[in-house]
């Protein structure tokens, strides 16, 4: 039974970590939103990941992504991975990253694998081995360690405990581990974002050293990346018969902000970017959604709005509406239940999508 800081109410919706309801974050985010950061700043101190995006007014910028840290001399960025030392950043780069991978059999269970080339008919045989599921093939799947929010909701919240141990990996070390049955890449993680440059060296030495087979390059982000990156990922997911999944978490941006600690503006900015560039590719889908149906602050009404968005830039992009599994800060929580998920599916095809579905329906209760 969680507690209201705010309006004192209490509830089994209420995440007593987070401190504070969905409705007072909406209607009182000046009294809300201080709550939730509280949270936050316990949650990353644990980890010795800073506080917030640093700010300094003579730190070194790093504009990966949408925090566009100003690193102070000694410091760190918000995702732990890069420091400034004596004017200059160091840490992960093109050429080294914080990451580990496996292969994954095909199907997969994926937030695309009902609509990708790997596991379903889309994309044969311009993209695909097969007229349906690549029975024998593999993903390479790819988990960073690092991330550019902080979800206390995180359902992969380990690789926190990765990201300030030493230890990086090359391209040409990840690439080495495609085989003849590796048929796609799929970067995820915590999230790419705070590491594009090195999924994007690493897919070019495998495309490379891997011509003439097919091999779809994927990415599963929170789209908080510099636009100018988005362009470059979306080129090489178009190209390959891949896809970029946007985690789209929340639409309101002080709830946004309440649960992943970031505003949502540059993810919602970069999914309207990357959806005018379907019609390039339109099969398989180049560009999908999903979101995390968190009981007592993802309700009909974010998903309301979130599909009447992803409506305005195209009915057909595939959404996907995830159950969730109590996680992390915030693990004292119900599972979703099967009303919420059945409502909130019927309100994403009232607001116009064509292609949604409910995943991990395994959670339901």
Known sequence: MGFCLVCNNSSPLISEKLGVCVKCIRE??????????SAHRASRFYFGLPESPPRATDGVVCKLCANECRIPA???????????????????????????????????????????????????????????????????????????????????????????????????????DIDRRTSCICYFGGDPSPQLPFSLNSSRLAIKENRGKYLRVCWETNGSMHPRLLDKVMDMAIETGGCVKFDLKAWNEDLHIALTGITNRRTLENFRRAGRRIAERPDPPPLIASTLLVPGYIDEEEIGNIARFIASIDPEIPYSLLAFHPRFYMNDLPLTSRSLASNCLQTAIKEGLTRVKIGNLHLLV
Request: charged share 20%; aromatic share 14%.
């Open 28 to 37: 009182k985010p000046k009294e809300a939103l201080p709550v939730a950061f």
């Open 74 to 176: 000694g410091g760190m960025g918000y995702c732990g991975l890069r420091e400034n030392r004596e004017g200059k950043l160091v840490g992960v780069s093109p050429r080294e990253g914080k990451l580990s991978w496996y292969h994954d059999p095909l199907p997969t269970n994926c937030v695309g694998e009902w609509v990708c080339a790997g596991c379903t008919e889309a994309g044969f045989p311009g993209y695909s081995y097969r007229r349906g599921p690549e029975n024998g093939y593999f993903n390479l799947a790819v988990f960073f360690h690092a991330c550019s929010f902080n979800c206390l909701f995180c359902q992969n919240w380990h690789f926190r405990e990765k990201t300030l141990l030493p230890g990086k990996v090359s391209p040409a070390k990840l690439a080495g």
